[in-house]
């Protein structure tokens, strides 16, 4: 069962960069694909960005092309969402999820790491 734990989150101030990390564990060699979501107050979760386990695909949300980058270090189980140019509007919870072999969506989830942007 994959096991994913988020961390890097914090306070920036806009215009900054932060850079998340999400660290698998439990059967990383199940992944397929991995993403960030993320979710503000009051909003529904909403899709950041996503890669397949071997990095060969990449997709972001237009809210963030140009300016988030994911990445994987798969001899160290973990996935990295860099983070530039952050706006206020990208405050949110950042969540890290999986999509495992076979499912037919993502089905691990990590706790969440804050990040709040100021201006």
């Known amino acids: 069962q994959v096991q994913l734990v988020e961390s890097g989150g914090g306070l920036v101030q806009a215009g900054g960069s932060l850079r998340l990390s999400c660290a698998v564990s439990?059967?990383?060699?199940?992944?397929?694909?991995m993403g960030w979501f993320r979710q503000a107050p009051g909003k529904e979760r909403e899709f950041v960005a996503t890669?397949?386990?071997?990095?060969?695909?990449?997709y972001y949300a237009d809210s963030v092309k140009a300016r988030f980058t994911i990445s994987r270090d798969n001899a160290k189980n973990m996935v990295y969402l860099q983070m530039n140019s952050l706006k206020p509007e990208d405050t949110s919870v950042y969540f890290c999820?999986?999509?495992?072999?076979?499912?037919?969506?993502?089905?691990?989830w990590g706790q969440g790491t804050q990040v709040t942007v100021f201006s």
């Open positions: 999820a999986a999509r495992t072999k076979g499912a037919s969506g993502y089905d691990a």
């Open positions: 439990g059967g990383a060699f199940s992944i397929y694909t």
């Open positions: 890669s397949t386990w071997t990095g060969s695909r990449t």
